[in-house]
């Protein structure tokens, strides 16, 4: 059972800032200054506490994490790359930090400006440039291959996250749909497990070391959304959400089968299987035009994501924040976005699917000139602490895909309307283990 983040007792700031400094010559934490106040939030439990406001089922953040950054990025890319990819506009960021000349002041509580601020030191430009701590690896940091290229991703650790779960657990999911009868459901968390599998096979024999998030079509974490009753009813609330019992069931859902769950996978990615990739495999849907009696849409397309695009409500979130910044700070960037602009490409050489035509609102920005690839921050993207690729392709109630699911992992080619195709699941995993060999081979 997990239970609520501790709810932080006031302390005046000039307090805070004695108890946490990090190091005699670097107050990395302040008392505040610099920043714009903040209304006191509505979720104020009583006079002298403030609740942290937190991502759904979020603990409050470490932010000594932050120590081993110091005068480890210079301010020009620091904000290129807040600018460029993670915010969505620089007034989502402003609230909560504060970019001076040598340093950038980092709000520790949103909603509490008593809380104080975390003062990170820029490098400067002549400085020679420490090593940024990380568990992951650049390509040019591996192993080199054997000469005959049988191996050429020998010592790559590759991360696979199949999305979802299967079975019965999908009725927590909402991705599992029927159309017609005697027909295979379509459940996503099955279908991005079949590809994961064969991504396991495949690229071992390639010469990487693999690790999955899930082996099997059970949830990783233990906890269910009966034990979660209470954190929904609390995240409501701070929200300003009326915490109905039909609202509280549907939070509890989300927070079993979304947050609990990828919390449970990135723990193991993070702290014991330290990958130099993720992969974040999934199939896209697009909208049923009756969501109660579903039907087959025309659209079938690919995109793929990084992280990215985080809105003033993202960044407020105070775990969220330091995750964000922790992907500035390591760099994370320049290696998702390269892998996923090959990735992407190699993929939709073998599926032949149009490119996705983009997202009609703010929650998503292009970062280069690939149609394909888009940022948006997504709680697996975000919390994988390594480059992370977000695969998108198929839409699952296309009648193609349909057709494909339903005739399996078949050997060999298949005709589908004048086309011989490899089985759907063979096919996604043949694109990615070409732009892995691409990217990591030498
Ligand atoms: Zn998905």
Known sequence: MRFLPPVKPRVPALLFAVVLTCAPSCPAFEPLSGLPSLRRSASTTDAETVRPYLSRLGSAPDWSRLDAYQHAITRDEFVYLLEHCYAAKPSAYQPFLSILSDRVLIRLQSNDPAAGLYTLHFAQASQIPIKRQRFWRKREELPRQPDDGSLPLRGLRVAVDPGHIGGDWTKWDDRDFQ?????????????????????????????????????????????RPEDLQDEARQYLIQRNRIPSSKSISFTASQMFAISSE?????????KEFQPDVALCLHFDAAPF????????????????????TYSE???????SRLEMLLRILQGVYYS????????????????????????????AQRVNDNPMVWARNLKANRAFLCPTLFFE???????LTYRRVQAGEYAGLRE???????NIYQEYAD?????LVKYYGR
């Open 313 to 319: 409500g993202e960044i407020k979130e105070d775990d």
């Open 179 to 223: 159309i017609g009868r005697h027909t295979l459901r379509i459940r996503e968390g099955e279908m991005t497990l079949k590809v994961a599998k064969i991504l396991q096979r495949d690229l071992t024999r390639l010469g990487a070391t693999i690790g999955l998030t899930r082996e099997s079509n059970n949830p990783r974490t233990s906890l």
């Open 416 to 422: 589908f309307d004048g086309i011989y195709r490899k």
């Open 431 to 435: 694109g990615i283990a070409a732009a």
């Open 262 to 270: 990828i919390d449970a996978r990135a723990d193991w990615l993070n």
């Open 393 to 399: 392709p198929h839409c699952m109630n296309n009648i």
């Open 289 to 308: 035009p009756n969501p109660l009696r579903p039907s087959f849409v025309r659209s079938n397309y690919i995109h793929m994501l990084i992280n990215g």
């Open 336 to 363: 998702e976005e390269k892998l996923a602009s090959l990735a992407g490409d190699a993929l939709q050489k073998e599926t032949r699917l149009p490119v996705f035509s983009g997202y009609g609102s703010s929650t």
